[in-house]
């Protein structure tokens, strides 16, 4: 079994920054992708940020710019700069990796921008 565990969101005033952490533990061969999801009350899912294990990083429109996604490959840990932050980037993070080709979830971690 992998766990998935976040850690970093708070609130923040509008133009501020918050950087957020995912550690993978457990039983990982091999991780594939790491990356985050928010979901704002009343919306869908979306993806925020995500890498490969090439390296090769996606980011949303709505975070270009503004958001990097990096990682620690030795401590199978993703880390994501939030710089710039909006009211609306307001939602629940969810910190998505897919490990040894099987997807897996975190429980989820509250950001807050008051503008």
């Known amino acids: 079994q992998v766990q998935l565990v976040e850690s970093g969101g708070g609130l923040v005033q509008a133009g501020g920054s918050l950087r957020l952490s995912c550690a993978a533990s457990g039983s990982i061969f091999s991780i594939n992708a790491m990356g985050w999801y928010r979901q704002a009350p009343g919306k869908q899912r979306e993806l925020v940020a995500i890498?490969?294990?090439?390296?090769?990083?996606t980011y949303a429109d709505s975070a270009k710019g503004r958001f990097t996604l990096s990682r620690d490959n030795a401590k199978n840990t993703v880390y994501l700069q939030m710089n710039s932050l909006k009211p609306e980037d307001t939602a629940v993070y969810y910190c998505?990796?897919?490990?040894?080709?099987?997807?897996?979830w975190g429980q989820g971690t509250q950001v807050t921008v008051s503008s």
């Open positions: 998505y990796g897919v490990v040894t080709f099987r997807p897996y």
């Open positions: 890498i490969t294990s090439s390296g090769t990083t």
